[in-house]
């Protein structure tokens, strides 16, 4: 059974950066999509990037496009680089990991990592 386990975050200022980690273990990264996601209190998941490993396919949600980079650190890890934070990128982020290509869905992702606060003020 894969296990994600996520670092970086925490409290910022508008226009600052931070990177998030998401190192997975139990299996091969081949043929498979690493998501990232935002939740605010009371509210649902919201894709923010994924990337497919092998071969190598990224996608953002329009609101990161420029700022936020997903890329490969290692054989196992995944990475969100963020910069230019602003306000509305607070939330709890979630790493996600799925067979297969891409999906904006958070029901299509079937292990999760224990999720990290970032908090970006204004």
């Known amino acids: 059974q894969a296990q994600l386990v996520q670092s970086g975050g925490g409290l910022v200022q508008t226009g600052d950066s931070l990177r998030l980690s998401c190192a997975t273990s139990?299996?091969?990264?081949?043929?498979?999509?690493i998501g990232w996601f935002r939740q605010g209190p009371g509210q649902e998941r919201k894709f923010v990037a994924s990337l497919k490993w092998g071969p190598q396919h990224t996608d953002y949600a329009d609101s990161v496009k420029g700022r936020f980079t997903i890329s490969r650190d290692g054989a196992y890890t995944t990475a969100l680089q963020m910069d230019n934070l602003n306000p509305e990128d607070t939330g709890v982020y979630y790493c996600?990991?799925?067979?297969?290509?891409?999906?904006?869905?958070?029901?299509?992702?079937?292990?999760w990592g224990q999720g990290t606060q970032v908090t970006v003020s204004s």
């Open positions: 139990g299996r091969t990264l081949s043929s498979t999509t």
């Open positions: 996600g990991r799925k067979t297969g290509g891409f999906s904006r869905s958070s029901l299509d992702y079937n292990y």
